[in-house]
Nanobody, 120 residues
Framework: QVQLVESGGGLVQAGGSLILPCAASGSILRINAMGWYRQAPGKERELVAQINNGVTIYYADFVKGRFTISRDNAKNTLYLQMNSLKPEDTAMYYC??????????????WGKGTLVTVSS
């Protein structure tokens, strides 16, 4: 099993920045792809960004140029640096991981989420 714990969420003004760490533990060697989903109130969960062991990186169009995903394998930690935040970025952000090279379409391992609120 793999355990994922997110942190770093909070309230920030529009234009501000946050960094979200996701600490992984357990059967780390199983992990290939890791990434972030988000879910805003009343909306479906959507993929924000992902990175795999081959260092292939994907960003959703709505965060390109503003968010950066990175992975510190020595610390078993995934990061999401979020800059130029907008009110529409307000959502619960979930860390996800999979033994497959992508988490698009879902993943077997999920954190409990961290709430990001961007005020206008």
């Amino acid at each position: 099993q793999v355990q994922l714990v997110e942190s770093g969420g909070g309230l920030v003004q529009a234009g501000g920045s946050l960094i979200l760490p996701c600490a992984a533990s357990g059967s780390i060697l199983r992990i290939n792809a890791m990434g972030w989903y988000r879910q805003a109130p009343g909306k479906e969960r959507e993929l924000v960004a992902q990175i795999n062991n081959g260092v292939t990186i994907y960003y959703a169009d709505f965060v390109k140029g503003r968010f950066t995903i990175s992975r510190d394998n020595a610390k078993n930690t995934l990061y999401l640096q979020m800059n130029s935040l907008k009110p529409e970025d307000t959502a619960m952000y979930y860390c996800a991981a999979s033994s497959r090279p992508t988490i698009a379409g879902g993943a077997p391992y999920w954190g409990k989420g961290t709430l990001v609120t961007v005020s206008s």
